[in-house]
């Protein structure tokens, strides 16, 4: 057996279990570009402080590309018994090398390494998940554009409210998206500070220049608390969090269009290319890409509760505990930009069955909440109003009709001040082009939002 990097002071080494146990390789190779790219700045400060000869540098920052070479090539053979992606690339680059790579971890523990890897990683993610959050709010914005003028029923609590433009419902979307790329942007404001050289907890005696490895790693600056440098997991409590906020409203979506996509409504068709068949009933086209966004939004939430329990309890400063940090982080990035991307290629690939939703607006008395509207400019105090339409519906749900088919003598009956242009107000189309408040379903007001974001997000 090789010896361990750390094995100075052991006599045995260790079980097979407990090195089978306590690996982490078989996931965190993943950082192996930022372990690499962490290590050539941590070799070149060191060169720049005289910690290192220039010479010995160079043979480092070269050995390391070589190793990252074969890393990309499939070549480079990871050891369980090298722990963790640190050691692996450490030992391997001394394989290499030699003699020079032995300076290479000077001034630097796994502790700060791990932290700084982490961080670097967790930026590109953040990064990767804007553009995409991105993608589907083009995705949303041409299906609006698609669609202009088509009117659907609005619900609250499930029940048909008032009437909407489709647009103004897509349009909703899109605000909740740009609210999650905000977020993951104000977290990696806070994700972008350098761990590198708070060393196992303390710091360190020798001479380095935390400045130049924090610039040319392309963070904001160091972390001013060595101990709160390799103790802290917030960057990713964060990180998840904002990925469960996304989730949240994507299931939202998911579940919006499984619904709408059901023979019930069928107000919604997804082309065959993004659904899939039953194995034992014949006629079955099932939405399953949206059913999976919703089912996805499980696992993104509970990373991030595995994350909280994971912390909650850890004394200062750092805890192998934290090598459980990272799993949960890369199953949450990877559902979240799947959910992302499929969510996407769904929304340009569902038809709106206009005929569908036309034949369901009548029904449901969408209307009502304009007709009280229309006493409220005939000057009738709004509690009153909600009454005398209340007793409309009521008239309306006992003769089996809609508010429009009302006669005036019939509306009269339950309040005099109803006038013939009460009829401007009825039926849905009427309805829905009597809204004007900054924000709402009117069409100019969805028209002014829609520029919004067609200049916004650049889409020509
Ligand atoms: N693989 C470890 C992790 O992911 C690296 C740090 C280990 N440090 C230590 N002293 N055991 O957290």
Redesign the pocket.
């Known amino acids: 057996k090789e010896v361990k990097l ?1 094995g100075g002071r052991f006599e045995e080494s260790v079980t097979d279990a407990v090195e089978k146990f306590t690996e ?1 390789i078989s996931f ?1 190779k993943a950082l192996y570009k930022q372990d690499i790219m962490g290590s050539k700045a941590h070799a070149s400060m060191l060169a720049k402080q005289g910690l290192m000869s220039d010479s010995d540098r160079d043979t480092i920052i070269k050995g390391l590309e070589e190793i990252e070479r074969q890393i990309e090539a499939g070549e480079f053979v990871w050891r369980t018994d090298r ?4 050691m692996n690339i450490e030992a391997a680059l001394t394989d290499l090398v030699g003699e020079p790579a032995k300076k290479l971890h000077t001034a630097r ?3 700060d ?2 932290a700084t890897d ?1 961080r670097l990683w967790c930026r590109d993610a953040i990064d990767g998940i804007i553009s995409r959050i991105k993608n589907l709010q083009i995705a949303m914005v041409e299906l609006a554009l698609q669609n202009e003028g088509l009117i659907v029923p609005g619900y609250t609590h499930l029940q048909r409210a008032q009437p909407v433009l489709l647009q103004h419902l897509l349009l909703a979307y899109v605000e909740q998206l740009e609210r999650d790329a905000g977020r993951l942007l104000d977290c990696r404001a806070r994700v972008n500070f350098c761990p590198l050289g708070a060393c ?1 907890l303390a710091g360190t005696g020798l001479p380095i220049d935390r400045f130049m490895t924090s610039d040319a790693l392309g963070f904001t600056a160091p972390m001013r608390n060595s101990i709160d440098a390799v103790s802290d997991r917030d960057f990713v409590l964060e990180l998840l969090s904002a990925n469960s906020i996304t989730a949240v409203h994507l299931s939202r979506l998911g579940e919006e269009w499984v619904l709408w996509a059901s023979e019930e409504f069928g107000f919604l068709t997804p082309s065959d290319k993004v659904s899939t068949g039953s194995s034992i009933m014949p006629q079955k086209k099932n939405p399953d890409p949206m059913e999976l966004v919703r089912g996805k939004s499980a696992r993104v939430i509970g990373d991030l509760v595995s994350l909280l329990v994971l912390c909650k309890g850890l004394p200062h400063a ?1 805890n ?1 505990d ?2 459980e ?2 799993e949960p982080v890369f199953d949450s990035v990877k559902a979240i930009v799947g959910m992302l991307e499929v969510s996407a290629e769904f929304a340009q690939n569902v038809s709106f069955n206009r005929e569908r939703i036309q034949k369901a607006l009548p029904a449901g008395h969408l209307d009502a909440t304009t007709l009280a509207d229309y006493l409220v400019k005939k000057g009738i105090p709004f509690r009153t109003s909600h009454d005398i339409v209340g007793r409309s519906v009521a008239l309306c749900v006992s003769r089996n009709c809609e508010l429009q088919d009302l006669s005036l003598d019939e509306l009269n009956s339950l309040n005099p001040i109803f006038d013939k242009d009460v009829y401007e107000y009825l039926g849905v189309e009427n309805s829905i082009k009597k809204f004007r408040s900054y924000g709402s379903t009117g069409s100019e007001c969805v028209a002014g939002q829609l520029d919004y974001w067609i200049d916004k997000l650049s889409i020509s």
């Not at 722990?83 to 640190?86: A, F, I, S, T, Y």
């Open positions: 750390w982490s965190d722990e963790d992606v640190h523990s796994r502790n390494q791990v982490f196992a750092y192998r934290l090598q940090d990272k």
